[in-house]
């Protein structure tokens, strides 16, 4: 199963709930009777789909809760169909494949102080860190922007787990079109405080921009997508060294793209360079990478690639393959 773990786990939906204007939560217990595997605060999902498609979800309960998964999803208009089938198809008593957690966005458990920086649906990782920090006695703050109250998601529960007044701060660009000073929230910041965010690539790359000079350890970013665009301008080709097949990449193909159309099975997830699954060695080329997973020294050395949305900067790119 493309994306998933030779051993899945089983899941069986028991609720679903609105949770704002083209968002629902989703929670899961296990359909086996087997104990669900543990996860930790900032972890994932991948859950499988008809297709093939498989989608990475935060999971926002508390790590605590050992017997069921909780997921949120935004309705994406203009998405790439997994979204839509999470709000069209599944019922409650469904049956669906899940990869075991893991966890790319980990929590600093002892941290000084937690600060959250959240944009839209980005904030689901947060509420298992909220929840996780306060049954540690730990202090964090939230920055949650959307686009309006009906569609900011989790509002009733965040007002529950604020530890003191004002520890979140609603920002709405309906109103007067209000925006987060990212600036102003980190240069408020404590010297020791923790500082994560999570939300469209915009918001990410102000943060990033306006948290350069704070200790790199303590900054904290997840992304939707790649801050690059998928390389889809083709005009390449792919050798699979195992196999010996060759395969053109042409205009608005990705790698990835070009492997599904000739079923050749390989890993992926997200499909926007973010979750490593589709990592791939690279024998001979050079890549043109487009993802935000491999580090600058893994770039460099051009050893692997994310196929999902990198390219090539030589004629021909020769996979692990």
């Known amino acids: 199963m493309a994306g998933m773990t030779e051993h899945p786990v089983s899941l069986r939906l028991v609720q679903i709930r609105l949770e704002a204007q083209d968002i629902a939560s989703y929670e899961f217990h296990s359909a086996d009777e087997r104990p669900l595997p543990p996860f930790t605060a900032g972890a994932h999902i991948d859950l499988a789909m008809p297709g093939g498609m498989v989608r990475s979800y935060s999971l926002v309960n508390s790590p605590s809760d050992g017997g069921r998964y909780v997921v949120a999803v935004r309705r994406e208009a203009d998405g790439k169909g997994g979204s839509a089938w999470m709000h069209s198809t599944p019922r409650v008593g469904a ?14 458990e002892d941290a000084a102080e937690s600060i959250f920086i959240a944009g839209g649906i980005g904030v689901t990782p947060f509420m298992a860190m909220a929840r996780r920090l306060n049954a540690l006695g730990k202090p964090w703050r939230m920055h ?39 600036a102003a ?34 900054i904290h970013t997840e992304r939707f997508g790649a801050a690059a665009e998928a390389a889809t301008e083709g005009g390449f080709e792919v050798v ?27 890993q992926y997830a997200c499909m926007a360079g973010v979750c490593g699954t589709c990592q791939t060695g690279v ?3 050079t890549p043109d990478h487009r993802d935000d997973y491999l580090t600058d020294e893994e770039k460099q050395s051009n050893k692997t690639i994310m196929i999902c949305c990198s390219g090539a900067r030589t004629k021909s790119l020769t996979l692990d393959l």
């Open 185 to 218: 929230i980190v240069q408020a910041a404590p010297v020791q405080a923790h500082l994560y965010c999570c939300g469209p690539a915009g918001m990410i790359d102000a943060f990033l921009q306006a948290s350069a000079n704070r200790p790199a350890d303590r």
């Open 95 to 108: 049956l669906l494949a899940s990869s075991t957690p893991a966890n790319d966005f980990a929590l600093d």
């Open 283 to 285: 024998l001979q080329g």
């Open 144 to 182: 949650y922007a959307a686009r309006s109250p009906e569609t900011a998601a989790f509002v009733h529960d965040l007002s529950g787990l604020a530890q003191t007044p004002g520890a979140v701060e609603w920002c709405f660009s309906s109103v007067a079109g209000k925006r987060l000073d990212l």
């Open 240 to 266: 699979l060294k195992k196999s010996g097949r060759c395969f053109p990449v042409l205009a608005g193909k990705t790698i990835l793209d070009t492997l599904l159309d000739n079923a050749v099975d390989v």
